[in-house]
Structures are given as structure tokens and as C-alpha cells.
């Protein structure tokens, strides 16, 4: 059975052709070198061309910023080119699983976002997210999966874990993070683990939350870093999200809840804490190694 991950080189596509290669998955990455998921012909045809019995999308435009700025460009890539692609698996019946943000809710809340929640996205990243999702329940209701995650980290690509190992290594300064936005710290290798178990074990289609157990405060992730890492915890401060000010809004609280694993045939993913510390080593490698 041959599988296509979209978004390969990227933080959670290398992760989940890992877990593909470990298991002797047969399978193609498709990277932009391969030609843009943007353009919808091209779309159809490769994708003809592979007859991909699964089609996993980690691409995404993840620049939530940036988005602010130029919404038609972050729409073509969170919503249109999802389109294209859960057309292109529906005409060769492929299964599809697509990966979202927690970000399509409006993070006003003070209990964990239940996966049925009403999307109330506060940003254009958020909105085209929201926008590629309902494009894949009309597409292809049946036959997909939408996993939604968030704060997630790696050893690969940039992130805040490891934005916050280099300052723990490098730097005797104080680190400013604010304590105002409350998530869950997910390692791309859980969420990778989740999706392919989730596929192969055939659990019943439909929408899940593919986030490590538990939450945190970006104050708090970036304490527990230090703290893994050897460092002075006291060296990180904490400050309001309006020391911060960003284009996009955040979500206050973006908490999502894991109901849905329960009866799935797949647990609900580990607490972050234990995740975060199996990740620290190579993570640190991986910043020593960047310089």
C-alpha cells in the first residue's frame, strides 16, 4: 500500500516518513521540489500518478504572521491546495488525513476544546485553517481524517523548544516568555506516531485531537526546557502577551480536548512533560550542531 506525505522535509512530514521507513511502509514524499500543491492541475495529476492508497497533508502555510499580511496567499495554501488535494484522494479512493490547528478556535474558554467545538478563528491563519478543514468534510466526509495540533516542536526546522535550548546553552541573560497563553506542548514524533497508528489501526474516520496530554504555559514549557537542559530556571521571566505585540491575535487558551480517542483503539497521547523530556537529547544535539 503506497502512501504520499505532502509536506516531507517539513517539521512533522520527516517525522512521519521516519515512522514510514521504520515500519517498512511503502511510500513517496512529496516536497515542493516535486512540483506546487498550489497548482490544482498538477494536483491531479501526480497524485493520478501515484495512486497513493493514503495521502497524509503536512503542509501548511505556518507563518501565522505573515498571514496577516497577505491572506490570499496563506489561503491558497491552508485551504485551496486541501481542496485539490482531498479531490485528487476522493478520485482515486485514497484515505486522507490532514493536519489542522487549534487555532481555528477563538481560544476564549476555560475548558479544553472538545473536538465538535464551534470554529470562531481570531486571525487569517486561523480562518484559512478553519477554511481547509471544511473543505475536507465536504469533499471527502467519509473517507478522511483531520488531526488538529498545536505548539509543536522537534528536533527539525525551527520552533520555540528550540529557540529556548539555545538560549539555555548560550546565553547567561535573562529570557522574557509570556504566561498569559495556555497550550499543550506537542513533539512532532507523538503527533507522527498518532496519525500513522490511527491509519493503520483503521479507527472510524472523522476529526481528533493530535496533541500531548496535559497543558502549559509557553512560561511554563520554556521553565521545564531549562530545567531539562541544566540551565538556571529563574533566567526565564514572566511577562504579559502585550509585552509582545504581534499582527496576528493568539489564542488566549487553546487547550484541546482528547474525547475522541477514548473507544478509537488509540490512546490519547502522552503527557508533554514526558515527551518533552524523551525529545530534550536530541534536540540539544540538534542545536549544537546548527552553531
Sequence with gaps: ??????????????????????????????????????????????????KPKVIINCTAWTDVD???????????????????????????????????????????????????????????????????????????????????????YSAHGKNFAKTMVKFALKDEADVSVVTDQKGQPTFADDLALQIVDSIQKEI????????????????????????????????VKPVGSDAFPRPAKRPAYSVLGHDKWVGSGVDEMRDWKIALAEAMPAIVSAVKAEG
Design 1 to 50: 500500500m503506497t502512501w504520499l506525505v505532502v509536506g516531507a522535509s517539513g517539521q512533522l512530514g520527516k517525522s512521519v516518513c521516519e515512522i514510514l521507513e521504520e515500519r517498512g511502509t511503502d511510500f513517496v514524499r512529496w516536497n515542493r521540489e516535486n512540483g506546487s500543491v498550489s497548482l490544482e492541475g498538477f494536483v491531479s495529476t501526480y497524485v493520478g500518478e501515484i
Design 66 to 152: 505573515g498571514a496577516e499580511a497577505n491572506e490570499p496567499g496563506a489561503k491558497l495554501v491552508n485551504a485551496d491546495a486541501v481542496g485539490y488535494l482531498a479531490t485528487a484522494a476522493k478520485a482515486c479512493g485514497a484515505q486522507f488525513a490532514h493536519v489542522s490547528t487549534d487555532y481555528v478556535f477563538s481560544g476564549v474558554s476555560t475548558s479544553p476544546w472538545g473536538e465538535d467545538g464551534i470554529k470562531q478563528p481570531l486571525s487569517a491563519y486561523g480562518r484559512t485553517k478553519a477554511q481547509g478543514e471544511d473543505l475536507v468534510t465536504q469533499i471527502c466526509p467519509n473517507r478522511s481524517y483531520i488531526f488538529r495540533t498545536a505548539w509543536l
Design 204 to 235: 472510524p474516520f472523522g476529526i481528533y485531537h493530535g496533541t500531548n496530554s496535559g497543558q502549559s504555559s509557553w512560561f511554563e514549557f520554556a521553565q521545564e526546557i531549562f530545567r531539562l537542559v541544566g540551565a538556571d530556571v529563574t533566567r
